[in-house]
């Protein structure tokens, strides 16, 4: 049997039933990476030694009766994660010989529950791109067409599951770093609420490993059904024991129902601030069709929504304030300059990046005042509804841009120009106020290129998305096995 492409869920129950190994489940997606990875540059530090190990063991514990949530299962892990005894280098060559001595909390748990780890996969250059490649590792290519990119920062691990490495991956998002390559590779994804899963150890190197509370950051799972997501959550979930001094489980809400029929959901396909491109909409569009079959109460506006502009600048302000908090003093200085020259009517994104990177702490103040009040709209908003459908970016995959200005670069979005970064704005809806996300396949675009879109929750009820995406996987079907002659 073909096991490369089971989800976790299924391997889970083979592994229970005897019908497979660990270690024949490890050699067959070794095989798998040791075939296709060639092309494709999703594994940038493989760990088989290790893996083939940790598989014995799990047979070995399973074969004495344990069984946990998932023994046995090959994933993999994004390259910014702590592994004791492997490099973690964020893609940044002075860091090439960086190894920490510990696992990250995200890793231990992993392991904890039983999973037999194939490696690392690749990352932009600090993470801080909506591509993956760098001087250290290479690029990570498209599955669906090399000549594309995966996305990033979590581009290596969304390839990864497309291609069969591993049934599961874990990611982080601060920017869309998770959903956009699930939306770029046809998988899936959840951006957790912020501060539900512990970050320790997705820490930049060679600072230490601590636990500290991030600003918009998250770190959450990656998968090929909607289902494993939530399993991969469960063993996620919960704060750093370092700052409890104990473990704690977190038991989460359950979902808001449990028929598609029950759901009210707000759709949105168009932003103030950018356009939203034709095959994108029509990703969107097959995801609302999906819901009015199912019986859900679908709206496409709302005056409940918080204003989508607003919201924008200052998820760009806020996000641009910690990408250049540990700038040189003399680029700070000459961004300062270049920041007291704007016109103050002046209230484009372009703006609200130079605005933000020399943000002060007074201003930040004001900005984050200004967020809180967006999250009380969301609560509002989330007593009319369930979830909240949108884009992840306005376009499929777009081909390799390596530029090294990034705030030069370009998005074509169906033959008009817009500035690169501005298609950030559809993944800040939810990270600005904190929000669970889920992404999820909604269909190809003309060219064949997968399309997936968010579905938005309340704060600490990321069972709901998770249940819809669910729901909308057996209305409209979810991850397809790349048909490219590399994934033969």
């Known amino acids: 049997m073909e096991w490369n492409f089971q989800s976790a869920g299924e391997l889970a129950v083979a592994l229970r039933s005897g019908a497979v190994s660990s270690a024949e489940l490890t050699d067959a997606a070794i095989a798998r990476i040791e075939r296709l990875d060639g092309t494709i540059n999703a594994i940038c530090v493989r760990d088989f030694d290790r893996a083939r190990k940790a598989a014995r063991q799990a047979d070995q514990a399973r074969a004495q009766g344990e069984d946990r949530p998932l023994l046995g299962i090959p994933v993999t892990v994004k390259e910014s ?36 780890v194939l490696g690392k996969t690749n990352v932009p250059l600090g993470l801080q791109d909506i591509q993956s490649f760098n001087d250290l590792y290479g690029t990570t290519n498209n599955p669906w067409d090399p000549g594309r990119t995966a996305g990033g920062s979590s581009g290596g691990s969304a390839a990864a599951l ?14 869309g770093s998770l959903r956009t390559p699930a939306h770029f590779c046809g998988v899936y994804a959840h951006k957790p609420t912020l501060g539900l899963a512990a970050t320790r150890g997705m820490t930049p190197p060679p600072a230490p490993a601590l636990p500290a509370e991030s600003d918009l950051a998250v770190v959450g799972p990656m998968a090929r059904t909607a289902r494993d997501l939530t399993l991969l959550l469960e063993v996620m979930a919960g704060p750093d024991p370092l700052t409890l001094g104990v473990a704690h489980e977190v038991t ?16 949105l396909d168009e932003h103030p601030l950018i356009a939203t491109g034709a095959a994108v909409r029509a990703g969107v569009d097959r995801v609302a069709d999906a819901l009015v079959a199912g019986g859900a109460r679908v709206e496409r506006h709302s005056p409940l929504l918080p204003d989508l502009a607003e919201a924008a600048v200052l998820y760009t302000q806020l996000l641009f304030s910690g990408s250049a908090a540990r700038f040189p003093v003399d ?8 920041a007291d020259g704007l016109s103050a009517d002046d209230q484009s994104l372009d703006a609200a990046r130079l605005r933000g990177m020399v943000l002060s702490h007074r201003d930040w103040i004001e900005v984050n005042n200004r967020r809180e009040l967006h999250r009380h709209g969301w609560r509002q908003l989330f007593g009319e509804f369930d979830a909240v459908v949108c884009p992840i970016t306005p376009t499929p995959a777009f081909g390799h841009d390596h530029d090294p200005d990034l705030l030069g670069r370009r998005l074509d979005i169906d033959g008009v120009e817009h500035a690169y970064f501005d298609q950030l704005v559809w993944a800040g809806v939810p990270t600005m106020p904190g929000l669970p996300a889920a992404a999820i396949p909604a269909g190809r675009s003309p060219e064949g290129l997968p399309v997936g879109v968010q579905l938005i929750g309340p704060m600490f009820e990321d069972r709901t998305p998770l249940r819809l995406a669910e729901l909308l996987e057996q209305q409209i079907g979810g991850f397809q096995t790349p048909n490219s002659t590399q994934m033969s």
């Open 252 to 267: 989460l809400p359950p979902p808001r129902h449990e028929r598609l029929a029950d759901f009210r959901v707000l759709v």
């Open 81 to 116: 994660y702590n592994m004791a005894g492997l490099p973690t280098t964020w893609g940044m060559p002075q860091c090439r010989d960086f190894v920490p001595a510990e696992d990250a909390v995200q890793v231990s748990r992993l392991k904890a529950a039983g999973a037999v």
């Open 162 to 175: 497309a291609c069969g490495f591993g049934a599961l991956s874990i990611g982080s998002d601060l920017a």
């Open 331 to 338: 680029s700070y200085e000459q961004l300062l300059a270049r």
